[in-house]
């Protein structure tokens, strides 16, 4: 079968409001977290993106049932009563590198698990060995069994005080989910800040675990018993990253651009890089909006956990920095090889010099449309942004990276006023002719 590609034809437009998604990083953590409880926790906005269909398919494989409320869709209703399995297979797990999230909650149900090695994004080692070290601290000891990750807990999981080597989203996630269960208290120290994890551990409270200062580098977890944990309704935060996507896609084009249902304070750094690159940036409760109407000036940005520079947004500034006159300097802290964007950006006409994690970006060139592929799923959403303001048509392959995480991307841009459209490719145009000549 033929993949779809998403065709933009630019006419420098992108203008209005648009609605923010629930945040798909919150909300994989969140399903994975109604593990912990037996019965049926509601999840409202949760986004339409695949990588939720992944993770309903995990959960699914445990044995609970996940399905989307008629009346809303964004609203997820997982029933855990019948997990049953504490088995996530290579299947799933190599589909979406998130899948490890399971990990924490079915020790602290189990006191076992057993998950296949992540794969994922193909954006540098992405290594687990924070996750494995935390939990081992909490009690639970690991095997690699045929390429599966083996857990127990054999004599239950007991409180600690961990320092994690890096403030790791996932990790912190993972020793979370399974502290919330462990006795006595466990500390995380130099845990991530990111407002994801202050989400998490709102759920986690309002299940009954005693999870504090959630959001600052050490978190206080107290345990508590296991049964005492109960299903909950709780609604996922805005995405930050998506709402971060459009807002450079108003200071690209000059906007204005309104991302409405998103917390302005997740967003600190993104809005002061918009500023000092001469965008007018106003703020409101749950909402942004970008204008610019001088030239784009260079800028400095360093990738950094949260609240630093998020690497999510990365190769949206890098376009930024592109379109900018003068020369900017780039440089990615989180992970490795993140610079696969930049050579599709070259395509188009950019100028952007890599040297190990720092990128050198000679803005002013006019971009031109030409057929890119999305390396990862933020670098195709910053792909579809750039044939917005490049001369002629730009054919974006590879968006099931984008559907991973943004929710109708193409409706979304449409609406500002975006010619974009999702086609298939040629070739299969040709072969459909080609059957109906057959015929
Ligand atoms: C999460 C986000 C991702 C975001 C990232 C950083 C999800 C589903 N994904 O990914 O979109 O870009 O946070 O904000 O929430 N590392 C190790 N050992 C570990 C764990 C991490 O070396 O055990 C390294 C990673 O290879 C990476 C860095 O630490 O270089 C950051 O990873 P981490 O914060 O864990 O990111 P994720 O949770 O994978």
């Known amino acids: 079968m033929a993949h779809e590609i998403i065709v933009v034809h630019g006419n420098g437009t992108l203008a209005g409001d648009v609605h923010i998604s629930g945040a798909k990083n919150s909300a994989l953590k969140l399903m994975a977290a109604s593990i912990l409880a037996q019965g049926e926790t509601i999840v409202r906005n949760v986004p339409l993106i695949s990588d939720i269909d992944v993770m309903s398919e995990v959960l699914e494989c445990l044995g609970a049932t996940v399905a989307r409320d008629e009346a809303d869709e964004h609203v997820l209703l997982i029933d855990t009563s ?24 079915l020790i602290a149900r189990f006191g076992r698990a057993r998950v296949a090695m992540p794969g994922g994004c193909q954006i540098g080692a992405r290594k687990i060995d924070m996750h494995l070290r935390g939990l081992e601290a909490l009690g639970v000891s690991f095997e690699i069994d045929h390429g599966y990750l083996k857990a127990a807990a054999e004599n239950g999981l007991h ?5 994690l080597d890096f403030p790791s989203v996932g990790a912190t996630e993972n020793m979370l989910m399974a502290a919330v269960v462990a006795e006595g208290e466990t500390i995380i120290g130099n845990a991530a800040r990111e407002p994801e994890i202050v989400d998490l551990a709102n759920m986690l409270n309002e299940m009954g675990a005693k999870v504090r200062d959630a959001g ?25 990253i998506e709402a971060g996507t459009f807002l450079v896609g108003g200071a690209l084009t000059g ?45 400095e940005i360093q990738t950094l956990p949260h609240p630093g520079f998020p690497t999510d947004l990365q190769a949206q500034f890098m376009l930024l920095a592109a379109c900018a006159e003068g ?16 050579a599709e950006l070259a395509r188009m006409g950019a100028d952007i010099e ?5 990128s050198l970006v000679r803005g002013g060139r006019s971009l031109q449309g030409a057929p890119v592929s999305s390396t990862d799923l933020r670098a195709g959403a910053a792909l579809v942004l750039a044939g917005i303001v490049a001369e002629g048509e ?28 999702r086609e298939l490719p040629y070739h299969n145009h040709r072969a459909t002719v080609f059957v109906e000549a057959d015929r």
């Not at 019948?82 to 909650?105: N, Q």
């Not at 600052?216 to 930050?240: F, N, W, Y």
């Not at 409405?260 to 942004?288: H, Q, W, Y």
């Not at 020369?327 to 930049?342: D, G, K, L």
Request: net charge negative; charged share 25%; hydrophobic share 40%.
């Open 255 to 299: 906007g204005p651009v309104t991302v409405r249902g998103i917390n302005p304070s997740f967003l600190r750094m993104a809005i002061a890089k918009f500023r000092e690159m001469g965008c007018t940036v106003e703020e409101g409760a749950d909402f942004v909006t970008v204008a610019r109407t001088e030239p784009l000036r260079p800028v």
């Open 159 to 163: 409180g600690a005080s961990v320092a």
């Open 354 to 358: 890599i040297e190990d994690h720092h």
């Open 327 to 342: 020369t900017s300097v780039i440089t990615e802290n989180v992970f490795e090889n993140r610079f696969m964007f930049a």
């Open 216 to 240: 600052s580098s050490i978190i206080r977890v107290e345990g508590v018993p296991l049964e005492s944990l109960k299903p909950c309704d709780h609604a996922t935060i805005g995405d930050r």
């Open 394 to 421: 730009t054919r974006v392959h590879k968006i099931n990276h984008i559907d991973r995480g943004y929710e109708d991307y193409v409706g979304k841009l449409k609406a500002l006023g975006a010619d974009v459209s």
């Open 82 to 105: 019948a997990v049953d399995s504490f088995e996530t297979p290579y299947e799933l797990v190599s589909k979406m590198r998130a899948s490890i999230a399971v990990l924490g909650p």
